[in-house]
Structures are given as structure tokens and as C-alpha cells.
């Protein structure tokens, strides 16, 4: 069961209107970019990111429901900053890897598994800026 959804509310009210500021620029974090599927509002959604061969996975900590991941399905794809770096990211595919297989360390590995978050969002990379 990923983080409670009062976590998420509080982290967007307060926590997050800090860290999108550093997100971009910390290993393991980045910040997705995307648009609001019915108010058409851009969003910027600090996240744990992690880079693949073709793009980038994304750990879901509050699940495959959270607003922001069905915003990025919806319009099929977003925008990623991470470490200074800004992608075009298209293909999202949600999964479920109890294993956590895909993750890099075993430190990255434990973590999530003590959040219990073993959803994951797969995004393919378009292009680079």
C-alpha cells in the first residue's frame, strides 16, 4: 500500500512548494511537468526518478490514482527536469514490480520496499534540452 493520501494533501500544501526547487537538480529526484486532464493548469510534481536505457521510471509512493499520474496518461507523456536537465517523455506505462528489480542499489530497493510502494510509472524519452 503506497503513502497515505493525507500524506500526499499535506506534502502538496506545504512540502512540496519547497523541494520542487531542489527536485530538479538532486540525484533521484526530478520534476514532472504536466497538464491538469480537466482544468488545463500546468503542474510541477516533485518525484523519485530514476534514468533507464530509453528514458526514465518513476516510483508511484501514492499509487497509480495519484491526480498527476493520471494527468501525465491522459495526455500521453509530460515533461521531466532532473539534474539540470529538461526531457520530453512520451509512452507512459503504469506497473507493478513487487521486486523493485528495476531500481538501482540495494539502498533504493529497501527503501521503497519499507514505503511499501512497488507501482511504478515508465516513460520514454523523446527528447533532451
Known amino acids: 500500500m503506497p503513502l497515505p493520501r493525507a500524506v500526499a494533501r499535506a506534502n502538496r500544501v506545504g512540502i512540496n512548494r519547497i523541494v520542487r526547487f531542489v527536485a530538479p537538480w538532486l540525484p533521484g529526484f526530478g520534476l514532472v511537468i504536466h497538464q491538469g486532464r480537466r482544468s488545463g493548469r500546468t503542474f510541477r510534481t516533485p518525484v523519485n526518478v530514476f534514468r533507464q536505457q530509453d528514458g526514465f521510471v518513476i516510483a508511484l509512493t501514492y499509487g497509480p490514482e495519484a491526480d498527476w499520474v493520471m494527468n501525465v496518461e491522459a495526455a500521453g507523456g509530460c515533461e521531466l527536469l532532473s539534474r539540470?536537465?529538461?526531457?520530453?517523455?512520451?509512452q507512459p506505462r503504469v506497473f507493478h514490480d513487487e521486486t523493485r528489480a528495476g531500481m538501482p542499489a540495494v539502498f533504493v530497493r529497501q527503501v521503497l520496499s519499507l514505503a511499501k510502494v512497488a507501482d511504478f510509472l515508465s516513460l520514454k524519452a523523446v527528447s533532451t534540452r
Open 84 to 90: 539540470g536537465r529538461r526531457y520530453t517523455l512520451s
